[in-house]
């Protein structure tokens, strides 16, 4: 089941260079949030560190220990030369029963084929990944969502270069899986359809500007906020250094060091 998640002053960035910077908040259990903000903002960075796949530069992450956490990266970051088919691709969701070396049972196979099927992808497990279409592509990749069958659900961009058709449908399983008690978060751009389908919205741009009911973020205030905030990942940001944990404090630190040598 899921459970809450807890961010603690949390800062991430790439080689101590910060790109978020102090975070603080509770991602509810079974919260559907949309995380929102210009380009480069930090949202896929804060997306990653949830996942796991960034090591916080100052701060803490909470709750997610004894939670399965399953990640959608962009499209654009996917090696899609690599001679696999769909069904291959999609089965991967299942390297939590298995192994990335293990076999899949008749009943695991099969299982990929409904999931196949529930993104309107029948009969394409024998195609080659790298054949599909970008629509066919989001499709595969939610299909191995579904087989993680993870508590948490990251998704970076998940409708980004894809039909509305095959926007409505993929957002109907996201709609499901938070039905189903799930935590889903996911990176978008469409205010229109964050409004429309996402009770709770995290807006960023490389700070927190206003995390709540997403009626209550998207005002213009907040979004004229947006139009004053720097829109590319700075190489020369400060690098953050550790700090020892003072008295009375149970962690770390950190600051941002002036020079750098």
Known sequence: MAAPITLHDVTLGYDGHPAVHHVSGVIEAGALLAV?????????????????????????IEGLAGQRVAYLPQQATLERGFPIT??????????????????????????????????????????PLDTLSGG?????????????????????????????????????????WHAQGKTVLAVLHDLHQVRAAFPRTLMLARELLAWG???????PATLGRLQVMPEVFDDHAPVCQAVPAGPGHDHAGHRHAEHVK
């Open 136 to 176: 066919q592509l989001q499709r595969t990749l939610f299909a191995r969502l579904m087989l993680q069958d993870a508590d948490v659900l990251l998704l970076d961009e998940p409708f980004a270069a894809i039909d509305q058709r095959t926007t409505d449908e993929l957002l109907a399983l996201l709609r499901q």
């Open 36 to 60: 929102v903000g210009p380009n480069g903002a930090g949202k896929s960075t804060l997306i990653k560190g949830l996942a796991g796949l960034l090591k916080p530069l100052g701060g803490r």
């Open 86 to 127: 769909v069904g291959e691709f999609a089965a991967m969701g299942l390297w939590h029963e298995c192994g990335a070396f293990g076999g899949y049972s008749a009943a695991q196979r099969q299982r990929v084929r409904q999931a196949l099927d529930r993104v309107g992808l029948e009969g394409h497990a024998r195609q």
């Open 213 to 219: 009911d997403t009626d209550a973020v998207l005002t």
